[in-house]
């Protein structure tokens, strides 16, 4: 009896945290930043997690199938960095390969046979942070059915469109009144870009002999960055959808450089990447990523089965996740655990950053 009063406590308070997410991505759409283009792409995948998980939650269907097959799909593209190597590596060249067809159309053959055109176009913050490339984002597009570069535009508006009406009948769901948003302030962050082909010799890449990898580690550190220099300039350090979306980052960015450790374990690695320095690195951050945890950031119920992921001794409405990662963490508290974390991601982000050189004054601003 105590233990099913306990577990619709738990209930109670993982719909707070679907209502707030769910508030905050709406006022995303009302101020306007899923218009802007990089910020709007790169943020799709998140925003079909949610619609995902959320429907999961109240076991309930609020948009037609199709529409939730590509919500689906959209929402699986999150976890695109931490795939099987061969898989990612398979799709990140599809997409390559799409755009070098669609960019080579646009010029005469005497220019494509010197490659005299761009393919590949990467995003920075105005510090020369990659926070985002367009092969990252042609990829997302793949998953979600958005291939025909004619129609494009239109489908990714529609894409938008589609989210947003899963968002708005999920705040039904919820009880919530379709005015009630979480106050984001406006922010003017600055964006620029570097233009390249993927083809040819270009300072860009250390390594360009290995396209695949080039690839991969881009998307990691543009994914990486994104979190950390645009949506934490936008979100305030207690906001539950910021740090939900920053764990799954960091997550996803570790498992993707466990999975480029075992690829190369078993192949001829570059000469350039150190598996035991690797292998290394990707142990400090064991300790930081529970399974229980992970399940209740890609998902939202802190139930399964009969067990609860909070421990009852935990549990404090007054805490972020309400006592989840002190329940997953040996007593750690949130107040140190985003801290490590944070800390960690910065020495994958080191790491990464060294196979990248970025000239400055080569970004051009939008």
């Known amino acids: 009896m105590e233990n099913d009063k306990y577990q619709k406590k738990l209930i109670k308070s993982a719909k707070t945290i679907v209502e ?15 218009h802007n ?7 799709l995948p998140r925003i079909a997690l949610f619609c995902r998980e ?3 939650f109240y076991k309930k269907t609020v948009v037609e199938s199709d529409v939730d097959k590509q919500i689906i799909d959209l929402r699986n593209s999150v976890k695109v960095i931490c795939n099987r190597y061969n898989r990612m590596e398979k799709e990140f060249l599809i997409a390559d390969q799409q755009q070098d067809e669609e960019f080579r159309k646009q010029v005469s053959d005497s220019e494509k046979s010197k490659n005299n055109y761009f393919n590949l176009g990467v995003y920075f913050d105005e510090k020369a942070h990659i926070i985002g490339d367009t092969n990252l984002v042609q990829t997302y597009l793949n998953e979600a059915g958005i291939s025909d570069e004619n ?3 239109k489908k990714c508006f529609q894409c938008g469109e589609k989210l947003g009406k899963s968002v708005r009948r999920i705040q ?3 009880g919530v009144h379709s005015k009630s948003k979480k106050r984001i302030p406006k922010t003017n962050y600055k964006i620029g870009y570097i233009d390249m082909n993927s083809n040819t010799e270009d300072s860009f890449f250390r390594i360009m002999e290995n396209k695949g990898l080039n690839l991969l580690l881009l998307h990691m550190l543009g994914i990486l960055g994104f979190d950390k220099y645009i949506n934490q300039d936008i979100f305030d350090s207690h906001n539950t959808w910021r740090l939900r979306n920053e764990y799954i980052t960091a997550h996803n960015v570790w498992q993707g450089m466990n999975t480029i450790k075992n690829h190369f374990e078993m192949h001829n690695p570059p000469s350039e990447l150190d598996i035991g320095s690797l292998e290394k690195l990707i142990g400090k951050g064991r300790f930081l990523f529970s399974l229980n945890f992970r399940n209740c950031m890609f998902h939202y119920s802190f139930i399964e089965g009969e067990n609860a992921y909070i421990k009852q001794e935990n549990y404090r409405p007054d805490t972020v996740f309400y006592g989840l990662i002190e329940s997953c963490f040996d007593g750690k508290s949130s107040e140190e655990y985003f801290p490590n974390l944070r800390e960690y991601m910065a020495e994958i982000e080191k790491y990464i950053s060294v196979w990248f050189n970025v000239d400055y004054n080569r970004i051009k601003w939008e």
Do not use: W
């Open 54 to 56: 959320a429907q999961e």
């Open 37 to 43: 283009g990089v910020f709007a792409l790169m943020i």
């Open 172 to 174: 039904m769901l919820s």
């Open 151 to 153: 129609n494009r535009r």
């Open 20 to 34: 707030n997410d769910g508030k905050i991505i709406s006022s995303l759409y009302e101020n306007g930043e899923t």
